[in-house]
């Protein structure tokens, strides 16, 4: 049995000042490349961290909502009436000692068609966390595999985005096209979303085109390259079954500290722009 973490100890840096909230979306169009897993454990390692955090499911196939456990068949209620609906969203937030969950269930996948003949449909998820921004320092958007309505309306909501990239050549040329939609929601919608980090997931250091890929990616990008690197590891893979993080499944695991490690950059991060 693994010690438990402690948390006291002098790991994070955390910014004191009045709450407010960041919007955070965990997002890229090809799927596979940690974004549940991302939402999931870097929610639960900001909360570690003393910070309250929603983490919202957006995804239609409700990996996230399943991963804490939560039977989708059996909800009453999710994001999907919250956005067609407009049902309070404050109604469907799971409370959890991890950190909160607003879920989704199947039905989302009419979402976009329901929402596609609405005034101002692109803002709704917008709308519809304001009134719960007040309770949470952090809200973690999980987005579908897709730059359809369901992930433009995350982008019009959010402060800043995260996009995991698997370290092989096909998934780097996804991120000129989300730059792209970016620019596009720039202009029209959300003028201060942007790409506040590449986090490169799923590394094999054992192979050249893994070291080649990421040496392709951080001459593009640059600084948008966080230094945060999530290995391959089944613990990623063994913790939901249980309903849980890596964070409290292997507490002082490696997998565990890859996601303390990206907490830290996400909150050192803020703290320098306050």
Known sequence: MPQKHDP????????????TCRVIVIANQKGGVAK???TMNLSA????????VLC???????NLTMSFGIDVETLPKSIFDV????????????????????????DLAGAELALSGMIGRERTLEKAIASVKKDYDYII???????????INAFTAADEVIVPVQAEYLSLRGLV????TLGIIR?????????????RTMFDGRTIHSREAVELLQRRYGDRVLNTVIRKTIRFAEAPAQGSSVLSYDTNGKAAEMYRDLAQEVLNAHVATV
């Open 45 to 52: 390692a900001l909360q570690e961290a003393g910070k309250k």
């Open 83 to 106: 956005l067609v609906h407009r049902y309070p969203i404050e109604h469907i937030i799971h409370k959890g000692k991890e950190c909160d969950i607003a879920v989704a269930s199947i």
């Open 56 to 62: 919202l499911d957006l995804d239609p196939q409700s």
């Open 141 to 151: 958007i999980d987005t579908p595999p897709s730059l359809g309505l369901l992930t």
């Open 36 to 38: 549940t897993t991302t």
């Open 8 to 19: 006291y100890a002098p790991r994070f840096v955390t910014n004191r000042h009045e709450r």
């Open 177 to 180: 096209q989300l730059d792209n």
């Open 187 to 199: 202009e029209h919608l959300n003028p201060k979303v942007h790409i506040s980090g590449i986090l």
